[in-house]
């Protein structure tokens, strides 16, 4: 599938996105070779394959241990901040 400039330029409207007239025809391309790789993943055949739970089925995962390696930091921080109450962050209320 290829995509036209007009319809770049639409995306780029929905998108917000400002694109200049040189870089209109870089994302026309892109944007088409994209498609045109997202055609031919969905001409794979997948009606044969298994659906797994998980990609590592009968095998295990080696996991680092669970150890905390940061000191804490909070009061260096919170040193900072305009202002704090009971070790928290206090920020205007936003909601009603």
Same mark, same amino acid.
């Given at each position: ?7 770049? /330029?639409?995306? @780029? %409207?929905?998108?917000?996105? !400002? ?6 025809? =870089? ?22 394959? /298994?659906?797994? @739970? %998980?990609?590592?089925?009968? !095998? ?6 669970? =150890? ?29």
């Amino acid at each position: 599938m290829s995509l036209t400039r007009r319809d770049v /330029e639409a995306i @780029a %409207h929905l998108a917000r996105l !400002e694109i200049t007239e040189g870089e209109l025809p =870089v994302y026309v391309d892109s944007l088409s070779k994209i498609l045109s790789f997202v055609e031919q993943l969905n001409a794979a055949q997948t009606g044969t394959a /298994e659906p797994m @739970a %998980h990609p590592l089925e009968g !095998e295990v995962q080696r996991l680092r241990a669970d =150890v905390a390696t940061e000191t804490d930091r909070h009061q260096k921080y919170q040193a900072n901040a305009p202002q704090v109450a009971s070790a928290l962050y206090v920020v205007p209320k936003v909601i009603e």
